[in-house]
Every structure is written in C-alpha cells, then in structure tokens.
C-alpha cells in the first residue's frame, strides 16, 4: 500500500515541534484551527498555539520530543481523519524525564492551494472524555 501524502506532512510538523520552529509549525495549521491543549481546554487560531507550545517547551526544558509510529488515515473528498500513535518524551523536564504514548486524533482539509492544513489538533485522542465525567 502506498504512503499517504499527510504521512510526511505528519513527519514535517513533528520535526517543526522538536525543532521548536514555530513559524514553520503554524503552517500545518488552518488559521481557524483548534488545539486540544489537555483534556477540558481547548486553544482555537493558529497565534494562540505558539503561546501555549512555548509554555510547554518551558516546562519541559525544550527537550520535547514527538513522533507518530503508526499512522491511519481516512479521507473523504477534501477531508481526513488521521489516528496516530504518538510518542512524547523530554529528558529535561523540570521534575523528573518522561515518555508517554498517545493515540492521538487529528483532522486535516485541503485548503483553497490543496493543501492539507489541520483543523483540529487532539494529542489526547478518547482521553478528552474523561474529563466530562
């Protein structure tokens, strides 16, 4: 089967957050997009995410660390729902490293210049649920 192009654009944006290049980061992202900061706080526009990224690396000491392992996606017309097991670590978080997986949850549209751009950003995947309990 072949790769799917959000594949890379997936592998891009990753290598953005490691990067910590955040002008290049928000070009993944439609202007009215919406970022799942953590279960029960959600950010919507691209200029919001910077702040919130620059608040995490800070408290994780800009050692960050993402990359999608696997990678499904569902696409339908101009639309595409990806389902990424996701690796976080930092090794200089300020009280203790870490590594977490996630299944994540993103929503990609080809723009106007069919590209595909995320409208909505959930790292957290089904845990955002929990927080309704």
Sequence with gaps: MQ?????????NADRAINNEDFDHLMEFYSEDATLVVKPGTVAKGTRKFAGHSLLSLNTLNHSLIVNQEKVAIIETGDTALVVAQAQLSANQKEDSEF?????ATYVFKKDSTDTW???IDNSYGAEIIEELK
Excluded: A, F, G, W
Aim: glycine fraction near 0%; charged fraction near 35%; aromatic fraction near 0%.
């Design 3 to 11: 790769n799917h192009e959000l594949e890379q654009v997936i592998k």
């Design 117 to 119: 751009r995320c409208i």
């Design 99 to 103: 590594s977490m997986e996630r299944t």
